[in-house]
């Protein structure tokens, strides 16, 4: 008899976890906030929290990316929420995409406001991914603007400042009729 | 050719709602925030938002719940999101159930930190709601303590401070599985 | 050759220390927050800080306020500034007045919102204060509303929920004129 | 008769209001908040507030140090209260000196982290700054690291990052003891 494998947090930093340092005067990261905010939002199922890095999505290269596939294919986890800049999620979902395991639910997340700043969409947006991982079937997926998108399917709108999805209506309808038939009750 | 139905926001009030009035001292209510937090979480997509009523769910009547369960039912919405108390989240869900319509996933959530509070778990939780009415198929469910439950399967634990399944924990692996087996992609 | 006395931060809790307690969903006291405030102040010079007490100041007897004077009398700083509730501040004050040496500065605060909440007048009424009590001569004052009271010249006025002087105008100019020429150490 | 003249509070600016720009991800000015935080201290006397300019203080030239003198001189206020980056405060305060009435308590303040962020020393500076400016004798002081400085006796230690008296302490006593005898309006 095994017991049920723990949710899964794994940071990468980005703007989410970004905090003002008053000896530089900017917002740049310190240590990660994970394991205080999973304690904040009140998780009663057993959670494992990995930081992985702490970096600005700009600043990923092929070898970060590497790095982040083998902590997602290494996890014990079904269910994996990622806090990742939102500059190359995208990117590192692909990436992600080409190692994971079948039996894995990997949500991306992020955040256009750091967690530290007023009118932040940070804890939402951890909520939506938190929320999309225990529901949805195995794959990679991005929650972020108050939409869940498959990695594929989805692009930053660096104007708009949102993501939106690279399909055209007609396709995500198809997508959403398919996702009613499937259901689990 | 028709729009899509819009993300809908319904408000009960309930601690999640709750902010200091420095007139009496108390934390209570004054009005809604949910259109402000809409903004501020940054979603993309067409969302309704509508202020059922402001109480304490402990002061909830039966002709609240009628009332409830009325502005659901008349709702174009397909996928609602409800704020309400945490006390008596699970009698409003069982009442909703049994007049909703079968195109409409409802998740109820709430906070036992008000939004308005440091420490609060109300962000995570509207989001976690929001992952969660966008991807589970038609039904009534509580999102809560990290964790969806169906309407008819939770109760609140008072003592630890949160929400816990009623079924025992083969039941709940059995669910799990048929999730997994279904999938939508 | 002595050392210079410290600034001297008493607590009787008072609105100013209330916080939001998830178990009660009240607002009410756990402990000071004194130490973490100056710290937060990033006050260079030497400072103490002491605990009195952690009450409403509506629960005050007289035996609490012959407490707080007597640790104000035992302080060896010359520059003191008060944490404590507005509805009994002044009665505090005035007791404070009947025993404090003649050699000490000491300066009444607390907030009509309380530290933890958004929109607190904590802050800047403890800054207030603390500016006060360096530079004003030997007395008792009250530092609300943005002002500084001789502790034996005001009132809170309730209706308003401001703190204003007992004083006619004229009155107030002449004692304004007495002060200029007394000086201040 | 004549009224009281205003408390005066002007904005230069200055990382104290430094807030998150989501567009640029950058902590910088959009518009001052010194109104909002005046109704948020709750100050009951008659405030005048002025936005001279909003920059940070490494970008201050000649000329914008002597528009504000001129403001300062150009002011009905005997009490003033000037928001200013930390880096060249000293200097603008000298600068200040030069030009202001013989009426005027003119006192500097600003902070080491943003109001806007967490861990602020903000509000608690504009208080004791506001303190100062009631009860000081007429002058340019500056308010800062739980201290009130006259304006040619302080410099900004950047690597303890606070503000320090530029005098012995035998000169500080001694200044302190000249202070004494002078008295104040």
Known sequence: MTSTPPL??????????????PN??????NESHISDW???????????????????SLEMTDTHREALANSVAASQ?????ILHGTDTMVE??????????????????????????????????????????????????????????????VQKNKTLGRFESTESDNETLRITKRKQTAGFR
Do not use: W
């Open 8 to 21: 899964v947090f794994l940071s990468c930093g980005g703007t989410i976890e970004k905090i003002y340092q």
């Open 24 to 29: 530089t005067g900017q917002l740049t990261f």
């Open 38 to 56: 999973v304690k904040q939002f009140r998780i009663s199922q057993p959670v494992t929290v990995e930081v992985v890095m702490l970096i600005d």
């Open 77 to 81: 986890g079904h269910q994996i929420v």
């Open 92 to 153: 590192s979902a692909k990436r992600v995409m080409l190692q994971c395991r079948d039996d894995q639910t990997i949500v991306f997340t992020g955040a256009m406001v750091p967690a530290s700043q007023a009118q932040s969409d940070a804890f939402f947006n951890i909520g939506l991914a938190t929320g999309a991982a225990q529901t949805l079937p195995p794959g990679v997926y991005i929650a972020m603007s108050g939409q869940i998108f498959p990695a594929d399917g």
